[in-house]
T-cell receptor, first 112, second 113 residues
């Protein structure tokens, strides 16, 4: 099993550009999450999904959109990137009956 | 609003020492608490999960305790090794939040030879 994978690993954007981060898991997990990690701050939840076709806002959802069209994939979109969105983005997933979350390796995003 | 604090932010110990990492949280109405390990440039790996009804959990050289009433958890690492060098994060899931974890900022541990 590959576990949780994230694409791309690193990306540089200019202000105003758009992009989509892809998270894929092969563990048949129902729940999936997108977090961002910034220096001096704990991981913060952006959006999450409790199943295919469902999404919900987390702590810092502004400027991001998500989609869960397939159970194994969770996409995070930035429609118009801003320097404040420079961060490391982590995806995670878990079974709905288990509390342990499994994390991907992260995507480092730099917005100039 | 739940807040999670981890002290110290960084810690350096010689190999073989036993050590304790601290985590405190402001709202005692929690569902569970988890300890994670994060290696540089990598994602998080779950180490231990303590349900609110439990007092401690053990895995190998790791022991995590939970005192919900005082809003504190500790992660005890016995006989530390250089391979234990990493950042350790704690996270709490508060009651009434279906999926949301609140993370601390972590303790960066370095175990020296």
């Amino acid at each position: 099993n590959a576990g949780v994978t994230q694409t791309p690993k690193f990306r540089v954007l200019k202000t105003g550009q758009s992009m989509t981060l892809l998270c894929a898991q092969d563990m048949n997990h129902e729940y999936m999450y997108w977090y961002r990690q910034d220096p001096g701050m704990g991981l913060r939840l952006i959006h999450y999904s409790v199943g295919e076709g469902t999404t919900a806002k987390g702590e810092v959802p502004d400027g991001y959109n998500v989609s869960r069209l397939k159970k194994q994939n969770f996409l995070l979109g930035l429609e118009s990137a801003a320097p404040s969105q420079t961060s490391v983005y982590f995806c995670a997933s878990r079974f709905w009956t288990k509390e342990t979350q499994y994390f991907g390796p992260g995507t480092r995003l730099l917005v100039l | 609003k739940q807040e999670v604090t981890q002290i110290p932010a960084a810690l350096s110990v010689p190999e073989g020492e036993n050590l304790v990492l601290n985590c405190s949280f402001t709202d005692s109405a929690i569902y569970n608490l988890q300890w994670f390990r994060q290696d540089p440039g990598k994602g998080l790996t779950s180490l231990l999960l303590i349900q609110s009804s439990q007092r401690e959990q053990t895995s190998g050289r790791l022991n995590a305790s939970l005192d919900k009433s005082s809003g504190r958890s500790t992660l005890y690492i016995a006989a530390s090794q250089p391979g234990d060098s990493a950042t350790y994060l704690c996270a709490v899931r508060s009651t009434g939040t279906a999926s949301k974890l609140t993370f601390g900022t972590g303790t960066r541990l370095q175990v020296t030879l």
